[in-house]
């Protein structure tokens, strides 16, 4: 099931690090079928629950481990690198290797 799945990442992302994860249906996984949500989650603790929305569709699936990962990254506060105030002070972008109309805009800032 999709439940399974996502705790079996989970658990395999956290051996051997500093994070640990509880996986419980009735405190952390809702399952609901949600269209046009795609992937995405609060960055850091939020009070109460974390919530990562995991899209599962006919269209569109997060049920993947990459998509899994990178919304418990946000989870544990971890942003988007490209997106931080002092980016440029440490990568360089390619514009000319960009399709523009593919990224949001505080990409190209």
């Known amino acids: ?10 658990k395999r992302q ?5 994070l640990s994860v509880v996986v419980t249906v009735s ?3 809702n399952p609901l079928k949600l269209y046009n949500v795609r992937c995405a989650s609060h960055v850091g603790r939020k009070k109460g629950r974390s919530i990562m ?3 599962s569709s006919d269209e569109y699936t997060c049920m993947e ?4 990962l990178h919304e418990l990254f946000h989870v544990v506060g971890m942003t988007h690198e490209h997106m931080r105030h002092d ?10 290797n960009i399709d523009r109309s593919r990224l949001p805009s505080p990409f190209l800032n």
Do not use: H, Q
Not at 14 to 18: F, L, R, S
Not at 65 to 68: A, K, L
């Open 27 to 29: 405190s952390f996984v």
């Open 87 to 96: 980016r440029d002070r440490y990568i360089k972008v390619l514009y000319k």
């Open 53 to 55: 929305m995991l899209e």
């Open 1 to 10: 099931t999709e439940i399974e799945f996502i705790d079996v990442t989970l």
């Open 14 to 18: 956290c051996c051997g690090t500093a």
């Open 65 to 68: 481990v990459p998509s899994i």
